[in-house]
C-alpha cells in the first residue's frame, strides 16, 4: 500500500431495517411512503433508516403486513439522560 488514507465515517444509534432476501428488500423500497424514510442500502439485505423515521418506518411495515422483530430501541433522549448514570457498561443502546 502506498500509505494512502481511506476516508471513513462512524455513525452511532442509527436505524436498520433487515430482511431475510433481496426480493424484500426490493418490494419495501418500491413503496414511496417507506423509500422516503431509508436513507440508503448498505447491503442487498440492509437498509438504513433515515434518522427520526424510525415510527414512520414501523407503521408502514405494519400497513403492508409485516410485523418486525424491535431490536435495541433507543430510549428517548431526556430518559437516556437521567439513566445514564444509573447503568453499567459502556455504551448505551442501539437502534435496530
Known amino acids: 500500500m502506498s500509505g494512502a488514507r481511506i476516508p471513513v465515517k462512524v ?3 442509527v436505524s436498520l431495517v433487515l430482511v ?3 426480493t424484500l428488500a426490493e418490494e419495501l423500497l418500491a413503496r414511496k411512503k417507506l423509500a422516503s424514510d431509508v436513507a440508503g ?3 442487498p439485505t440492509a437498509l438504513l433508516v ?3 423515521r424510525v415510527e414512520s418506518v414501523q407503521e408502514e411495515l ?7 422483530k424491535l431490536v435495541g430501541i433507543a430510549e428517548p ?6 439513566s ?3 447503568r453499567s457498561g459502556n ?3 442501539a437502534s435496530a
Open 11 to 13: 455513525h452511532r444509534r
Open 20 to 22: 431475510e432476501d433481496e
Open 41 to 43: 442500502r448498505l447491503t
Open 50 to 52: 433515515r434518522p427520526g
Open 62 to 68: 405494519a400497513r403492508m403486513g409485516h410485523t418486525p
Open 77 to 82: 433522549e431526556a430518559t437516556a439522560q437521567a
Open 84 to 86: 445514564k448514570g444509573q
Open 91 to 93: 455504551g448505551g443502546p
